[in-house]
């Protein structure tokens, strides 16, 4: 065989080989990929079986804050902290501890009627991480049906107690009773320490827009604070807000 006949026979050996597998039509049958495993996605759960979020800082972009309030402490206090708010024409957001609407039975109107929103802090402020999920929904349900019996509605928001963010058994609790989103906070004023007006404004001072402030309504220095940290906020164009209005 010369040389021109051995290079032919090398180039066709392999299409002479996919002739001889063709099928009755000539159509050559290709030889079946190799199996892969399944690595396609489980279904999504729904969405009712998911925790809930958790809000910590809006960013809508707008010049606006949330000053929230631990609700608890002395009536006459409180009234003087959101009087005051109220007449300066800022909002806020008061998350109620459950005992003290029991005690004050005029304190959660008392926030509604002074234009704030009120919200949800458990029943008796304890530290939630230490209950099982039955015992964390007893305190988010009690408080709840208190300030629906005092205003109509379950409250705008719920805020645990003695942690800054919720853990997952919080959040599936909150959610159970009603409340799909947990308000948290990203700046804290420490008020609750008692650390003197002039350190709250100091500890509010940094807040940016779209944040969200701890404070307390059952502390005298939060009311001294109050009038320089509105100051504060309007001469850098921030304007308070209700964590709803925040949010939306």
């Not at 003290?100 to 008796?124: C, I, K």
């Not at 005298?220 to 001469?235: F, Q």
């Amino acid at each position: 065989m010369d040389r021109r006949a051995v290079l032919r026979a090398v180039l066709l050996g392999p299409l002479a080989a996919a002739a001889c597998s063709a099928s009755p039509a000539g159509e050559p049958v290709a030889a079946p990929p190799p199996s892969a495993p399944d690595v396609r996605a489980p279904a999504p759960a729904p969405v009712s079986a998911r925790p809930p979020g958790e809000l910590v800082h809006a960013g809508t972009g707008r010049p606006e804050v949330a000053l929230t309030f631990h609700g608890a402490g002395d009536e006459a206090l409180a009234r003087r902290v959101l009087t005051l708010l109220h007449d300066r024409g800022a909002a806020g957001t008061v998350l109620a501890v459950g005992t003290w609407l029991q005690r004050y039975p005029d304190a959660g109107r008392m926030v509604v009627d002074l234009g704030h929103e009120l919200g949800n802090h458990t029943w008796s402020h304890p530290d939630l991480a230490a209950l099982d999920e039955a015992g964390v929904r007893v305190e988010v349900e009690r408080c709840r049906d208190l300030i629906a019996a005092a205003t109509g509605g379950p409250g705008a928001f719920f805020r645990p107690s003695q942690a800054q963010h919720a853990t997952p058994v919080v959040r599936r609790a909150a959610a159970a009773a009603g409340y799909p989103t947990v308000l948290s906070y990203d700046v804290d004023s420490r008020d609750f320490t008692d650390p003197g007006a002039p350190a709250i404004r100091r500890n509010v001072a940094d807040v940016r827009a779209g944040g969200v402030v701890s404070l307390h309504l059952g502390h005298a220095g939060t009311l001294d604070a109050l009038p320089a940290v509105l100051d504060d906020l309007a001469g850098r164009g921030l304007r308070p807000v209700t964590a709803s209005v925040l949010f939306s």
